[in-house]
């Protein structure tokens, strides 16, 4: 799905997979992954991988889709 741009960024994925699975597989609260979510870049890399391996991606595909959703998240304060 990625690879057809399905999926163009992290938070897309969820439209596939319910959140409560990936965030309980992850071992977060429903609540915390959600804000993690909505603030991408507070993610430790090794969570995103496992975000990636769960739903079989690749690194470069995972690292692509949470900074899109970073870009997505802070569009409005990255405007010069």
Known sequence: MVNDGAIKSLNEIFNHIP????AADCG????????????????KMRELFKIGALCDLTVSQTLELAKEQYLKNNSEKLKP
């Open 28 to 43: 977060k609260k429903v609540t915390r992954f959600t804000f993690l979510m909505e603030n991408v870049e507070e993610f």
């Open 19 to 22: 959140k409560s699975t990936v």
